[in-house]
Every structure is written in C-alpha cells, then in structure tokens.
C-alpha cells in the first residue's frame, strides 16, 4: 500500500518562509507526477504545484514567483519551498503521487499564516 506523509506546516508570520516534505513508502516504482494540493476552510482543493517525470513543473498562478517544488534526491520525496507567505496561504497541504494511474494522497499538514 502506498502512503505519502507529509511533514513541515506550521505557524508562519506574513513574509516568512516554510519548507513542506513528502515522503512516500509501499512502492518501488517512482510516483510521477507529483504534486501539492491545498485547501482553505470552506474552499475546494486546489493545485499548488506538480512536478512531473521529466521535471516539468507547473504553478498555480498565486504561487508563481513564491513556491518552488523539487523532488528530493530519495525516489518519492518531494519538497515545497514556501516564500514570501500571505495570509491567504493558510490552507491545509496535501502531497500527491501518481502510479500507474491511481492517484495517492497524504493526509495533510496544516500551514497557518498569520498577520
């Protein structure tokens, strides 16, 4: 059974930084493509961030310039680089993976910015 766990939210200060890691178990094969999803209180989830075999990554426009996803030098680790954090970042982050054509999820970490 694959499980990706993700670690690193926290409480941040406007402007401040936090960096989130994913790491997946239960697979040899490489989870691609890989991403970042987020979810505000009383919002859908939304794509942060993915990043796919080839390293092709794509940003949700409100990230772009501030986040940077990467894998880690682990197969299945994957990172997300928050920068210049706003208040409208405070979301619960999930990390995904792809195999095969199943989709993974982690159960989440809790990123709150405050003023």
């Known amino acids: 059974q694959v499980q990706l766990v993700e670690s690193g939210g926290g409480l941040v200060q406007s402007g401040g930084s936090l960096r989130l890691s994913c790491a997946a178990s239960?697979?040899?094969?490489?989870?691609?493509?890989m991403g970042w999803y987020r979810q505000a209180p009383g919002k859908q989830r939304e794509l942060v961030a993915s990043?796919?075999?080839?390293?092709?990554?794509t940003y949700a426009d409100s990230v772009k310039g501030r986040f940077t996803i990467s894998r880690g030098n682990v197969q299945n680790t994957l990172y997300l680089q928050m920068n210049a954090l706003k208040r409208e970042d405070t979301a619960v982050y999930y990390c995904?993976?792809?195999?095969?054509?199943?989709?993974?999820w982690g159960q989440g970490t809790q990123v709150i910015v405050s003023s």
């Open positions: 990043i796919t075999s080839d390293d092709t990554v």
């Open positions: 995904t993976g792809n195999r095969l054509g199943a989709d993974y």
């Open positions: 239960g697979t040899v094969i490489r989870l691609s493509p």
